[in-house]
């Protein structure tokens, strides 16, 4: 099959999952990895294979900018203990306790012969890069707490990049031999890599952000967005620096500082539409990707290396988790240990981890077994860890409809339903179907029926008072969507001018912005 073909392949296969997973109300994600290793395993199509190459040319920029565009600086730096522990040195400590857990348990079951603990290290490595679009996607259609979304994404969005730099250095002391190896040159590349990665992503961030303010053109501040985005990534890159952590300063000051001060509300608006359908665009492709890489088949007859490696992965990370847990209570920023259950089950691990591992040189020991080792852990979160987490989140009561806020939603469903029936009976003697008097009786009974659910409804208290705040805030983005809309079709009918155009759309879009931020 013809690359073009597969492309528009690929992506009617990511709509059908779309539709498909809203409809059965699981993680879009979960589902595009299900229906990636189905059609992986009878071969319907050849796609492209998720290789380095391709992850850092086009995925990893474009998902770690958008992220990090829409991530609230503020929130984030009340945040920055916990996030930075989590990231930095929580990092290191996963990677060292998942080798250590590993390491005595395979070799105690001989899955291979020689593995040493320089190979558990490797691995532990390769698998320390956590991905939770499944999971904040989740929170934001479950309602989790925000601050718990801001700490997961925080997190995910440093630990790519420190994860990255980890693995490097690691395999190079693992390739190179111990005598190259000493923990203060370690410390200073670490440092180095980092920094001056933080230091590119800032200057290319700040320089597309005062060009912003210079003009103003929605396709030319998209476009600068998106040279902000991909150069960050590709200099720091060239440099042997971390490109990931470029490109989150660039993405962090783009969405803060550009986006604030030098677009207008309507940019504002169209660049964040172009940031939001780039991530739902990659994430669906390199989720099927991950499908597609995956043989069920190996997976199956290595079923207890994988399961000793993510059993190893997950318990190293719930120890992190708890002990900063227990750590962060002295400090400003302590969290409910409810939330360090999430936390540790919202560790899921994603396409970087595999692209890491498949980047593991050919002559590498043990590779395959690595490899394979890093697959199932990562399906293995997905599937089990994303499906669970919604669970997890009511189970500990973080989210969940609790009995008044769905006796609320039955008597809303009530009045909606109702309301469409009326409609359909004026309809019915609008077009003369039937006669007016022989629904008198009917369209009564159905009136008393509303009165009765919105009656119901006012005497409900707090979760219904949250709720009707809800649909006010929908009602009011409906109505401002529709001025919009009326505004655009007067314009193409000619009844405003270009000027009056620009002028009613950017207030239009003020308030909408207004709106969303509150």
Not at 15 to 33: E, F, G, I, N
Request: contains cysteine; neutral net charge; glycine residues 8%.
């Amino acid at each position: 099959m013809h690359f073009e073909a597969v492309f528009v392949t690929l992506f009617a296969v990511a709509t059908a999952v779309a539709l498909t997973a809203r409809w059965l109300k699981v993680p879009y994600t979960v589902a595009l990895v299900v229906a990636g290793l189905v059609l992986g395993s009878v071969r319907v199509l050849d796609p492209p294979h998720l290789t380095k190459d391709l992850l850092y040319a086009i995925f990893l920029p474009g998902l770690v900018f958008e992220a990090a565009f829409h991530l609230d600086f503020q929130k984030f730096w009340q945040n920055k203990l916990a996030i930075h522990s989590l990231a930095v040195p929580g990092v290191a400590a996963a990677i060292g306790l998942t080798a250590i857990l590993l390491q005595p348990v395979a070799n105690a079951l001989h899955f291979v012969d020689g593995f040493t603990f320089a190979h558990a290290l490797v691995f532990a490595a390769l698998i320390a890069a956590t991905d939770p679009i499944a999971v904040v996607a989740l929170f934001k259609s479950l309602g989790a707490p925000k601050r718990l979304a801001i700490l997961v994404e925080g997190e995910s969005l440093l630990n790519d990049g420190t994860a990255v730099v980890f693995f490097t250095l690691i395999l190079g002391v693992v390739s190179g031999g111990a005598g190259s190896f000493s923990i203060a040159g370690a410390a200073l590349d670490f440092v180095r890599v980092v920094g001056l990665g933080t230091a590119i992503g800032v200057v290319v961030g700040y320089l597309a952000s005062k060009l912003t303010q210079r003009v103003d053109d929605p396709m030319i501040e998209i476009t600068l967005t998106t040279i902000a985005a991909y150069g960050s990534f590709i200099v720091a890159e060239h440099f042997h620096l971390s490109g990931v952590i470029a490109t989150v300063a660039a993405g962090m000051l783009c969405g803060n500082y550009g986006a604030r001060t030098g677009m207008s509300p309507s940019t504002r608006i169209a660049v964040e539409s172009f940031w939001e359908y780039i991530a739902f665009a990659l994430n669906s492709i390199v989720f099927l990707l991950i499908g597609f890489e995956v043989h069920i088949r190996d997976l199956a007859r290595s079923w207890k290396p994988i399961l000793v490696a993510y059993l190893a992965v997950t318990v190293g990370r719930a120890a992190l988790i708890y002990l900063a847990t227990l750590l962060l209570r002295r400090t400003r920023e302590t969290l409910p240990w409810s939330w360090s259950a999430v936390l540790t089950w919202g560790g899921l691990r994603g396409g970087l981890s595999m692209v890491l591992a498949l980047a593991l040189p050919r002559d590498f020991p043990h590779r395959e077994l690595l490899v394979t080792m890093t697959f199932g852990v990562v399906i293995l979160s997905i599937l089990l860890q994303g499906l669970s987490m919604g669970p997890l989140l009511r189970r500990l009561g973080l989210i969940g409809l609790r009995a008044e806020r769905r006796e609320y939603e039955r008597e809303r469903g009530i009045v909606r339903a109702k309301t469409a029936a009326l409609q359909a009976l004026d309809q019915l003697v609008k077009d003369g179907a039937v006669h007016a008097e022989a629904v008198t009786q009917i369209r009564s009974d159905y009136a008393q029926e509303m009165s009765d659910a919105e009656g119901r409804i006012k005497d409900m208290h707090l979760q219904a008072d949250e709720l009707r705040t809800e649909e006010q805030h929908a009602a009011r983005r409906h109505m401002l969507v529709v001025e919009k809309d009326a505004i655009l079709a007067a314009f193409r009918k000619g009844y405003v001018s270009q000027e009056v155009h620009d002028e009613l759309l950017a207030d239009v879009d003020a308030r909408l912005l207004n709106l969303d931020s509150h």
